[in-house]
């Protein structure tokens, strides 16, 4: 790993020191992440654009993106600029597509000042950033959202190679590539066609967009028509497939991300007895119990009451009773464990996969990993071994 950020980490046996003292905290599998990119790379073979937005889906921003730098990805998507700028502080090079709205001078000269790469989709847009490169001396880089049926964000397919022909003829911006997003479903190959005529048009008018780019996830799995020039994953670079349909796809991924506490307390109760608000759990016989010191305040959906597998002494064993906003309590019956004893809430493989997870919580798996807590100490591992540490708690 010969990326700066890693090389000022604190050393492994002092994150192993410091993850004694920690309740809950993530592991990040650094070896995964790069066997995922991989794997999709080989796939496509067309340049893969790590969608790394909203703390890379809660592995956090920047450990994972200066990893995905140092193992060659040119290419990063965010959706807020805070993200972008953190990810230039850091000192990494990649270029950044940001998909933020910008709504300040200041945000348009940041953007330019930085070398980050905006979507844009109207002329005062384009117009504001060319007055921002003018302003800074440096071009602006953009990517155009054309809007091929999504009607989320994007300028019409129907008006798009006339709004790239004007983008185009702005002296401070350089038009990067033009992507557009998929409804995933029957109308993909329409909205393909749609974003392939804006192409055709342009080239009529002698105009080249270097980058076309319409697949994320979904399309990199099941629509090689879509793949172009670009493909942008996020959910199977973490290594889940977000729906069972994609298991079926012929990329062999492994869960980056994996969710463990510690037990805080033990104790033995007796039959009859009710655990937790409402006792929503009642105890059928007489039973050793555990209270983990992690709740929804950590991103434990409340739907897993009576209903989540906790891995404790090599076995999954229920939670039990609600989830509360700090604790989370597991049977401990047959099981060897004391104040301090590491179990898994989420695990890369078996009964609390993260699919597994958010399929028993009726949560999307986009939700689950977007509401695991920003402060939950993240420890990024390689060759087993920890060589990094996000921890914002000291
Ligand atoms: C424009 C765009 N491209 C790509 C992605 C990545 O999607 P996925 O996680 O399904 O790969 C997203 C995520 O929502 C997105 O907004």
Same mark, same amino acid.
């Given at each position: 790993?010969?990326?700066?950020?890693?090389?000022?980490?604190?050393?492994?046996?002092?994150?192993?020191?410091?993850?004694?003292?920690?309740?809950?905290?993530?592991?990040?599998?650094?070896?995964?992440?790069?066997?995922?990119?991989?794997?999709?790379?080989?796939?496509?073979?067309?340049?893969?654009?790590?969608?790394?937005?909203?703390?890379?889906?809660?592995?956090?921003?920047?450990?994972?993106?200066?990893?995905?730098?140092?193992?060659?990805?040119?290419?990063?998507?965010?959706?807020?600029?805070?993200?972008?700028?953190?990810?230039?502080?850091?000192?990494?090079?990649?270029?950044?597509?940001?998909?933020?709205?910008?709504?300040?001078?200041?945000?348009?000269?940041?953007?330019?000042?930085?070398?980050?790469?905006?979507?844009?989709?109207?002329?005062?847009?384009?117009?504001?950033?060319?007055?921002?490169?003018?302003?800074?001396?440096?071009?602006?880089?953009?990517?155009?959202?054309?809007?091929?049926?999504?009607?989320?964000?994007?300028?019409?397919?129907?008006?798009?190679?006339?709004?790239?022909?004007?983008?185009?003829?702005?002296?401070?911006?350089?038009?990067?590539?033009?992507?557009?997003?998929?409804?995933?479903?029957?109308?993909?190959?329409?909205? &393909?066609?749609? +974003?392939?005529? *804006? #192409? /055709? !048009?342009?080239? =009529?008018?002698?105009?080249?967009?270097?980058?076309?780019?319409?697949?994320?996830?979904?399309?990199?799995?099941?629509?090689?028509?879509?793949?172009?020039?670009?493909?942008?994953?996020?959910?199977?670079?973490?290594?889940?497939?977000?729906?069972?349909?994609?298991?079926?796809?012929?990329?062999?991924?492994?869960?980056?991300?994996?969710?463990?506490?510690?037990?805080?307390?033990?104790?033995?109760?007796?039959?009859?007895?009710?655990?937790?608000?409402?006792?929503?759990?009642?105890?059928?016989?007489?039973?050793?119990?555990?209270?983990?010191?992690?709740?929804?305040?950590?991103?434990?959906?409340?739907?897993?009451?009576?209903?989540?597998?906790?891995?404790?002494?090599?076995?999954?064993?229920?939670?039990?009773?609600?989830?509360?906003?700090?604790?989370? &309590?597991?049977? +401990?019956?047959? *099981? #060897? /464990? !004391?104040?301090? =004893?590491?179990?898994?809430?989420?695990?890369?493989?078996?009964?609390?996969?993260?699919?597994?997870?958010?399929?028993?919580?009726?949560?999307?798996?986009?939700?689950?990993?977007?509401?695991?807590?920003?402060?939950?100490?993240?420890?990024?591992?390689?060759?087993?071994?920890?060589?990094?540490?996000?921890?914002?708690?000291?």
């Amino acid at each position: 790993m010969s990326n700066d950020y890693f090389a000022a980490q604190p050393s492994p046996s002092e994150i192993k020191e410091k993850m004694k003292g920690y309740s809950s905290w993530l592991e990040i599998d650094l070896d995964h992440l790069e066997h995922n990119l991989e794997q999709i790379s080989r796939h496509v073979g067309v340049t893969v654009m790590a969608v790394v937005k909203n703390n890379a889906y809660g592995h956090g921003v920047i450990p994972v993106t200066a990893y995905l730098e140092s193992k060659g990805v040119e290419w990063c998507m965010v959706a807020k600029l805070y993200e972008a700028l953190k990810i230039r502080e850091a000192g990494l090079k990649l270029d950044i597509l940001n998909m933020d709205v910008l709504f300040t001078e200041g945000q348009y000269d940041s953007v330019v000042g930085n070398g980050i790469t905006q979507a844009i989709y109207t002329r005062d847009d384009a117009e504001k950033l060319n007055e921002s490169a003018n302003r800074l001396g440096v071009n602006a880089k953009v990517f155009i959202k054309v809007d091929t049926g999504l009607n989320r964000v994007g300028v019409r397919h129907t008006e798009a190679a006339g709004f790239i022909e004007y983008v185009h003829g702005l002296e401070g911006v350089r038009v990067m590539g033009m992507f557009s997003t998929f409804q995933q479903n029957f109308e993909d190959s329409k909205m &393909l066609a749609k +974003l392939l005529a *804006v #192409d /055709a !048009e342009l080239k =009529t008018k002698g105009i080249e967009v270097p980058i076309k780019s319409m697949a994320s996830t979904d399309a990199t799995f099941h629509n090689p028509a879509g793949w172009l020039d670009l493909v942008r994953p996020g959910m199977s670079l973490y290594g889940v497939y977000p729906e069972k349909k994609d298991l079926s796809a012929p990329v062999d991924l492994k869960q980056v991300l994996s969710f463990k506490a510690r037990i805080e307390y033990i104790k033995r109760i007796t039959r009859g007895e009710g655990v937790t608000y409402w006792g929503k759990f009642i105890a059928p016989k007489d039973m050793t119990i555990g209270t983990i010191h992690a709740g929804f305040y950590d991103g434990i959906p409340r739907e897993m009451a009576n209903m989540g597998r906790i891995l404790v002494d090599g076995k999954y064993k229920s939670s039990l009773g609600s989830v509360s906003l700090n604790h989370y &309590l597991v049977d +401990l019956e047959g *099981v #060897d /464990a !004391e104040k301090g =004893t590491v179990v898994e809430i989420i695990g890369r493989e078996g009964e609390n996969t993260l699919s597994k997870t958010a399929e028993t919580a009726g949560w999307m798996v986009y939700s689950l990993l977007n509401h695991l807590h920003m402060n939950t100490p993240r420890v990024y591992y390689s060759g087993g071994e920890p060589v990094a540490l996000l921890d914002s708690t000291s």
